[in-house]
């Protein structure tokens, strides 16, 4: 996560311009040595980019990046707000959550912090108005829709930086502040997450492990929730955001079918995904009623091609 002191820089060198050591230490609170820290951290995630001037002196300046873009679509867009003195991390990782009205303890339960720290977070948005309505529910208002694009950039930044210092093929299909779903295209990075830590499979891949073998074309899709057990609620979800298609579709309402998932707590889970309608969709023919597909929400195997991969798989 970007810290306060890297959102201070990026803001200082937003305009384009390139900047020493020596001239962002003067303009900011930070001292020289702090700031050889900043950027240093900076350079490596690719946010800044260097070069060498007279008497072989450090100068830096943004590079093409998602969150550099972001920040300066926000600027461009709410440039009378003083944003640096407004962001924290803790507010940014909050903010991922603002896209519709959320609660403080749903917000806290998903972050695993305190009401109060939620709180807190949301304090500095408070102040300006920034929040609609104003509680017991909370949202970005509509013209925040840079800043909540923003905190999303930050926040997919960082789950791709730690997967890719595993894995470098890797590519972040979902995630939220503490949760990643990612790809990888090879055999070795395969094999870097399946051994490290807080790295689980998940997808098509799982199914194995509740008695569904399947044929896997490419490398398997990884889970990262260090703190959470991963649920088959989960499994089914992840399938879906990784792909639609009918084949998908079918496997995981086996899967539902297999073990019995049931249909609140599969709909709780997938509102986090988006996919309620998708859910909905599934359990309606899972329940009979095949003659009705919500072909705008997921595409659904025939009554006939359910029972029989039902059938093929003993599934009953």
């Known amino acids: 996560m970007i810290t306060r002191a890297g959102l201070v820089v990026l803001d200082a060198l937003r305009t384009g311009r390139e900047a ?4 962002l230490a003067s303009e900011t609170t ?10 240093d951290e900076l350079l490596e995630a690719g946010i800044l980019t260097e070069r060498r001037g007279p008497n072989n002196q450090r100068r830096v300046s ?35 959550y603002l896209d519709e009205p959320r609660r403080v303890s749903e917000i806290a339960d998903r972050l695993g912090l305190s009401r109060q720290g939620v709180h807190k977070a949301l304090s500095p948005l408070k102040d300006r ?29 960082n789950h791709r930086s730690r997967v890719r210092a595993l894995a470098p093929s890797a590519t972040v299909e979902w995630c939220d502040p503490k949760r990643a779903l990612v790809r990888v295209q090879t055999s070795e990075d395969t094999e870097a997450l399946e051994t490290a830590a807080d790295w689980d499979l998940t997808g098509l891949a799982r199914f194995a492990e509740y ?27 992840h399938t879906l955001v990784l792909g639609s298609g009918s084949r998908r579709v079918s496997y995981t309402m086996l899967l539902i079918e297999q073990l019995d998932i049931d ?13 309620e309608r998708s859910v909905t969709a599934m359990y309606r023919s899972l329940q009979g009623e095949f003659d009705d597909p919500d072909e705008a929400a ?19």
């Open 211 to 237: 008695g569904l073998q399947f044929f896997l074309a490419g490398e398997p899709a990884f889970w990262y929730a260090p703190e959470e057990d991963l649920t088959p609620a989960d499994v089914v979800c």
């Open 263 to 275: 249909e609140e707590t599969l709909t709780e889970t997938a509102h986090w995904y988006g996919l």
């Open 30 to 39: 930070y001292s020289r040595d702090h700031l050889y820290e900043v950027l």
């Open 62 to 96: 943004l590079a093409d990046h998602p969150i550099v873009e972001a920040y300066r679509t926000l600027y461009a867009e709410l440039g009378h707000v003083e944003w640096v003195d407004l962001l924290s991390p803790a507010t940014l990782r909050v903010c991922w």
């Open 129 to 157: 108005a920034m929040l609609s309505p104003s509680g017991p529910e909370y949202a970005l208002q509509e013209d925040l829709s840079p800043l909540l694009a923003f905190a999303r950039a930050v926040v997919a930044h």
């Open 298 to 316: 997921v595409v659904l195997p025939s009554e006939s091609e359910f029972t029989a991969l039902k059938n093929q798989y003993g599934v009953s």
């Open 20 to 23: 020493t050591p020596t001239d």
